[in-house]
Nanobody
Framework: QVQLVESGGGLVQAGDSLRLSCAASGRTFSNYAMGWFRQAPGKEREFVAAISRQYFSTYYADSVKGRFTISRDNAKNTVYLQMNILKPEDTAVYYC?????????????????WGQGTQVTVSS
C-alpha cells in the first residue's frame, strides 16, 4: 500500500502561484510514477501532469502546459506541482496519484493509489 497526502491548496487570486505537495508513505516511492489530477464541481476528474519514476520525464495537459511544473524528490518521498499564472478555471480539488508503471500517464485507471485531495480556488 502507498498512502498519499496532498497539501498546499488554498484561495488565491488570478495570476497568483501555489505549490502543491504530495507526501507518500508505505512502499518505495521511487518505484512509482506519479500524477496530478483535478476535479471541478460537476465535472469529471481530469489529468493535469505526470512524472516518471526513474528519469523524471514529465507530461502535461495542454491546459496547464507552460504554467504548471511537476517535480519529485525521491529522497523526501514527495511530488510537487508548482502552479503559476493561475486562472479561475483552475479551481478544483487536486489529487495526486501513484502508478507502478514506469512512466506517468493521463489515464485515471492506470493509477493504483490516490490521495484525498486538496482544494484550490482561484478568484477572478
Amino acid at each position: 500500500q502507498v498512502q498519499l497526502v496532498e497539501s498546499g491548496g488554498g484561495l488565491v487570486q488570478a495570476g497568483d502561484s501555489l505549490r502543491l505537495s504530495c507526501a507518500a508513505s508505505g512502499r518505495t516511492f521511487s518505484n512509482y510514477a506519479m500524477g496530478w489530477f483535478r476535479q471541478a464541481p460537476g465535472k469529471e476528474r481530469e489529468f493535469v501532469a505526470a512524472i516518471s519514476r526513474q528519469y523524471f520525464s514529465t507530461y502535461y495537459a495542454d491546459s496547464v502546459k507552460g504554467r504548471f511544473t511537476i517535480s519529485r524528490d525521491n529522497a523526501k518521498n514527495t511530488v510537487y506541482l508548482q502552479m503559476n499564472i493561475l486562472k479561475p478555471e483552475d479551481t478544483a480539488v487536486y489529487y495526486c496519484a501513484a502508478t507502478s508503471g514506469s512512466a506517468g500517464t493521463r489515464y485515471l485507471n492506470s493509477y493504483d493509489y490516490w490521495g484525498q485531495g486538496t482544494q484550490v480556488t482561484v478568484s477572478s
